[in-house]
């Protein structure tokens, strides 16, 4: 079991840039593979980005690559989604998620077993 807690969103301007984290309650974060969802007001849950246990791969939707970058922290049990040239349509809230092991088919949210609570990402124009 590893809890998750999501935090860094906001209220900010188009153009800007943000950083979220995720923290985890596990001493292992390295067992887990992990990633970042979205979900927007009355839509479905989305894929941001995802990355192995050690870090050493990364994976993107494709709308978002170039402006999003995922990385971890396994000593400080964290989790990061760095965000820049922020849209108007990033206006959602940011889970992180996390499932024990190695997983391929990363942009299915069903495939992952622990989620966070959240954290809202509000950008103006």
């Known amino acids: 079991q590893v809890y998750l807690v999501e935090s860094g969103g906001g209220l900010l301007q188009a153009g800007d840039s943000l950083r979220l984290s995720c923290t985890a309650s596990s001493r292992t974060l390295s067992n887990y593979f992990m990633a970042w969802f979205l979900q927007a007001p009355g839509k479905e849950r989305e894929f941001v980005a995802a990355?192995?246990?050690?870090?050493?791969?990364?994976y993107y939707a494709d709308s978002l690559k170039g402006r999003f970058t995922i990385s971890r922290d396994n000593a400080k049990n964290t989790l990061y989604l760095q965000m820049s040239s922020l849209k108007p349509e990033d206006t959602a809230v940011y889970y992180c998620?996390?499932?024990?092991?190695?997983?391929?088919?990363?942009?299915?949210?069903?495939?992952?077993?622990?989620w966070g609570q959240g954290t809202q990402v509000t950008v103006s124009s």
């Open positions: 990355i192995a246990r050690n870090g050493a791969s990364t």
């Open positions: 998620a996390a499932v024990t092991g190695d997983l391929s088919a990363y942009m299915g949210h069903y495939f992952y077993s622990y």
